[in-house]
């Protein structure tokens, strides 16, 4: 089946540009992370979805960041005034969160520069 | 803050060697320790993983082996081949309502034939 898929692979932007990333789940998946990955550094957790319940957005870096997820299904993260600190692939994961060791699937990543 | 310590930052195995990657962490509310593996430009994919009631889990060629005393894992491959040729991070989620990880600097595994 499908996995995750992520759009647009590749973004550059102008630094104070806002830019919107697109995430879609695995079908059926009711968890959905939000990870950023810099040059060189593990990925760093932003926010999750589940379900209908509040987003746990502990891992967002600044108020610049936020993300909706709309009907359950697809994701999109929203980074505004972008400054080059913000430059890094911006990973989606999508997992079915029927148990704590349920296993997240990762889409390919969009790759974020900012000029 | 770097809850997650990994090393080595890269390495270089023969052909049919063993490859071993360690992981050390700080957080002992930490519950599930999964390793991913990840090919350039592609998103990472789960390995293996393991809790803390076990000392060690094999599957195939991959075995996690843990020291809970110690608050330290490791990741040996076995027969290690180039196809095994990616970057590798350990993680560690804590005991919250979601699998909320945090992901080790990575290691880089160049596997030469």
């Known amino acids: 089946g499908a996995g995750v898929s992520q759009s647009p692979s590749n973004k550059v932007t102008e630094k104070g540009k806002d830019v919107e990333l697109r995430c879609d789940p695995i079908?059926?998946?009711?968890?959905l992370y939000w990870y950023r990955q810099s040059l060189g550094q593990g990925l760093e957790f932003l926010i999750y979805f589940q379900g209908n319940s509040a987003p746990d957005k502990s891992g967002l870096p600044s108020d610049r960041f936020s993300a909706e997820r709309t009907g359950g299904s697809v994701s999109t993260l929203t980074i505004q005034r972008t400054q080059q600190e913000d430059s890094a692939v911006y990973l989606c994961?999508?997992?079915?969160?029927?148990?704590?060791?349920?296993?997240?699937?990762f889409g390919p990543g969009t790759r974020l520069t900012v000029l | 803050q770097q809850q997650v310590k990994q090393s080595p930052q890269s390495l270089i195995v023969q052909k049919g060697g063993i490859s071993i990657i360690n992981c050390a962490y700080e957080n002992t509310a930490f519950d599930y320790f999964p390793w991913y593996q990840q090919f350039p430009g592609k998103g990472p994919a789960l390995l293996i993983a393991?809790?803390?009631?076990?000392s060690e889990k094999k599957e195939g060629r991959f075995t996690i082996s843990f020291n809970k005393s110690a608050k330290q894992f490791s990741l040996h491959i076995m027969d290690s081949q180039p196809g095994d040729s990616a970057t590798y991070f350990c993680?560690?989620?804590?005991?919250?309502?979601?699998?909320?990880?945090?992901f080790g600097t990575g290691t880089r595994l160049l596997v030469s034939p």
């Open positions: 994961a999508s997992s079915l969160a029927r148990s704590k060791a349920d296993t997240q699937y």
């Open positions: 393991i809790r803390p009631d076990v």
């Open positions: 079908s059926g998946h009711t968890a």
């Open positions: 993680a560690a989620s804590p005991n919250t309502g979601f699998q909320k990880l945090v």
